[in-house]
């Protein structure tokens, strides 16, 4: 069995739960502060990780000074001076309002600048359920964000989409991520045709894969069959390509 624990900050204490058995642990003071905070920030996160451990594994990266910290790919917190930091969202609000939760604050040419990011207190650190609740939230708001910017961003951070096709796509129309997966695939490949009649069944393939997200190397070989059928039937053939 894991031995649970729960960090008493005020008074430099931990107490270590481990089958049953109790045992005190108490810092000895440290003239290095820097040395205190690393190990407060190493306890904190262990605690952190068991109790958002239904979400998926936490990974950390060094960033501003600490360390973002992420579920696969999405960062909804920050570690820094010893303390973890929830990424601010809406839901979060009354909580933070009540609280008067501190935001993480970062200097920027020499000017204090406060980042979306508010501080777990000591209270919430002894309410699990509410810590996972508003972890919950503030990864739920980073994981629609970075969708949203997916959807709407640019149409050459997408697989497959060079510079010359994305000139390509905004001269028909097309001119970000969302009106490409709206259309789709095969609309989008008809509206690029509309210019340029020697546009191949390679770049439907393209379109096709970058809309899932993946290489066109890397489609289905049922859905590249979809894909040429479908051509064929709007006066494409196949066999007129040979590139």
């Keep these: 069995m894991k031995p649970k624990f729960i960090l008493l900050h ?8 481990n089958n049953g058995s109790v045992n005190k642990i108490t810092f ?22 068991e109790c958002l451990s239904p979400l998926g594994k936490i990974s950390s990266r060094p960033l501003f000074g600490g360390y973002s910290l992420a579920i696969e790919n999405t960062v909804f917190a920050m570690v820094a001076e010893g303390e973890i930091y929830l990424r601010v969202c809406e839901q979060s609000a009354s909580y933070r309002v009540e609280h008067h939760s501190p935001m993480l604050m970062m200097r920027k040419n ?5 980042l979306k990011y508010y501080r ?3 209270a919430l650190w002894q309410d699990s359920k509410m810590l996972f609740h508003l972890s919950q939230l503030s990864l739920h708001s980073a994981r629609s964000e970075k969708q ?18 994305e000139l390509m796509l905004i001269h028909a129309g ?14 989008s490949w008809l509206k690029l045709r509309e210019h340029n009649k020697g546009i191949s069944i390679n770049v439907l393939e393209s379109l096709a894969g970058a809309i ?32």
């Excluded at 910017?149 to 096709?165: A, V, Y």
């Design 148 to 165: 949203h910017q997916r959807d709407s961003g640019r149409l050459k951070n997408l697989p497959n989409i060079s510079f010359h096709m």
């Design 10 to 17: 005020k008074t430099n204490s931990l107490i270590f739960f």
């Design 212 to 243: 899932a997200g993946i290489h066109s190397a890397a489609l289905p070989a049922q859905r590249r069959q979809e894909l040429r059928e479908w051509a064929n039937t709007q006066g494409y053939s196949v066999e007129d390509y040979s590139g």
């Design 120 to 122: 777990i207190d000591e």
């Design 174 to 187: 097309i001119t970000d991520v969302k009106m490409l997966r709206t259309l789709g695939a095969e609309k």
């Design 28 to 49: 000895m003071c440290m003239i290095n502060k820097g040395m205190i905070m690393k190990k407060i920030s190493k306890l904190r996160f262990l605690q952190f990780q």
């Design 110 to 114: 020499g000017r204090p600048v406060a």
